[in-house]
């Protein structure tokens, strides 16, 4: 039996919590912002609409989050994401295959994907940048190819849209129409935060991401440990191929470039270190809501989309250099 180093992980309590208070406070702050700055903001119409975006955001997020506190990085979660979704079209309206083999067969396919670059990451030491990089353009051509460039629906496949845009809670509450995708973006929350904190792959996994040499040198086979957390991230991508598909009802082949942008964004703007070794799923949520509340918010005031785009980008560099700042300060 392996233990782990004494001296990992190396994480820092007390300046994690304080990023997911200033991660708070900034949602806090937007959330004002956008309400006073537009009427429609606080709509019914337009929370749900915030939420519905944040299921497909946060549940990429989610799967981010793990590769990156190993010290990691996938860049093929939007594309993979597409693929499984893809997939579930050719399952479910192309076969005629029932619906829980569909959901099945999506998970199975993006748990396949990660265990794929997984094993580049760690048992080719390509590095994860190049690896996911591959993984997403090869990817983005098999969803074209396997699709024949066009989209597939599931008007055929009943109860499918219930998975996204079905509401469990409003069946139960009337008055709290709260959509299935969110459910399922905060179940799955709870249960991979409870991996993280409670389990022995969540251990490895912040000691991969804090002194990966240490853990090696101690017996643990962390190329089997790293495998594994890339395919739960890709089975993850696989639930949140689920949620688009089924809130379009369209498996969209063009889909997904750009989602893993906005993924990494909310990582990291929910304090998860890009060096590994520190994170958490709470923060990750958090700065999930963040990105679709601001840009949900520059929607609603009419913001052009080019500038959208540019306002994301400039989200992005300023979450990683705060990330640096923050690893300056702790290694000081």
């Known amino acids: 039996m392996t233990t782990l180093p004494a001296a990992t992980p190396a994480r820092k309590p007390a300046s994690g919590a304080q990023q997911k208070l200033l991660a708070f406070a900034s949602l806090i702050a937007l959330l004002v912002f956008f309400s006073v700055a537009s009427p429609n903001f606080l709509q019914t119409s337009n929370i749900l609409a915030i939420l519905q975006a944040t ?19 996938d860049l093929s979660v939007g594309t993979l994401m597409t693929f499984c979704a893809v997939m579930a079209g050719v399952i479910l309206t192309n076969a ?27 048992k080719m030491k390509i590095p994860p940048f190049i690896a996911t990089l591959g993984m997403m353009l090869i990817l983005k051509g098999l969803s074209l190819v396997i699709s024949g460039t066009k989209p597939i629906y599931f008007n ?5 849209s219930q998975i996204s845009t079905g ?39 912040f000691a991969l991401g804090s002194n990966e040499e240490a853990v090696r040198l101690s017996g643990v086979n962390t190329d089997a440990w790293k495998i594994a957390i890339y395919a739960l991230a890709g089975s993850i991508c696989g639930i949140a191929g689920l949620i688009i598909a089924s809130r379009l009802n369209s498996a969209q082949p063009a889909l997904g470039l750009g989602y893993e942008l906005d993924a990494i964004a909310a990582v990291v703007i929910g304090g998860t270190s890009l060096a590994g070794g520190r994170g958490s799923i709470l923060g990750t949520m958090i700065g999930a809501l963040i990105m679709a509340v601001l840009l949900n918010g520059l929607r609603v005031m009419s913001v052009a989309q080019e500038w959208q785009t540019v306002v994301t980008g400039g989200i992005i560099i300023a979450a990683v250099y705060a990330d640096m700042l923050r690893r300056r300060r702790a290694a000081s």
């Open 55 to 73: 299921s497909v955001n946060g549940v990429l997020a989610i799967a981010a989050t793990l590769v990156i506190i190993t010290g990691g990085i």
């Open 96 to 122: 005629g295959m029932p619906l829980p083999l569909g959901i099945v067969g999506a998970i199975a396919v993006g748990a396949i994907c990660g265990t794929i670059s997984g094993t580049l990451v760690a």
């Open 156 to 160: 055929d496949t009943p109860g499918f």
């Open 167 to 205: 509401s469990l809670i409003g069946k139960i509450v009337p008055t709290v129409p709260v959509p299935n995708g969110v459910l399922i973006l905060f179940v799955l929350a709870l249960v991979i935060g409870y991996v993280l904190n409670r389990t022995v792959l969540g251990r490895y996994c």
